[in-house]
């Protein structure tokens, strides 16, 4: 068995399977966002909900 020092041991590997898991991330998480994009304007509008008082002036 080979005796690493300190600083061998620490380092990672690099190269492009690194560099590919990180353009996957970015390719998806921009997937989502557009998929989910449509549906932002959906959240948290209460424009939409009558208010009671009106409501009831416009029904009686």
């Keep these: 068995m080979q005796k690493l020092s ?3 041991a620490r380092q990672g590997e690099r190269g492009r399977p690194v560099l590919y898991v990180l353009i996957a991330g ?3 998480a921009g997937v ?20 009671a008082a009106e409501s009831e002036a416009t029904t009686g």
């Design 6 to 8: 300190p600083q061998e």
């Design 26 to 28: 970015l390719a998806l």
């Design 32 to 51: 989502a966002a557009l998929f989910l994009h449509p549906y932002q304007q959906d959240a948290g509008t209460l424009d939409q909900t009558p208010i």
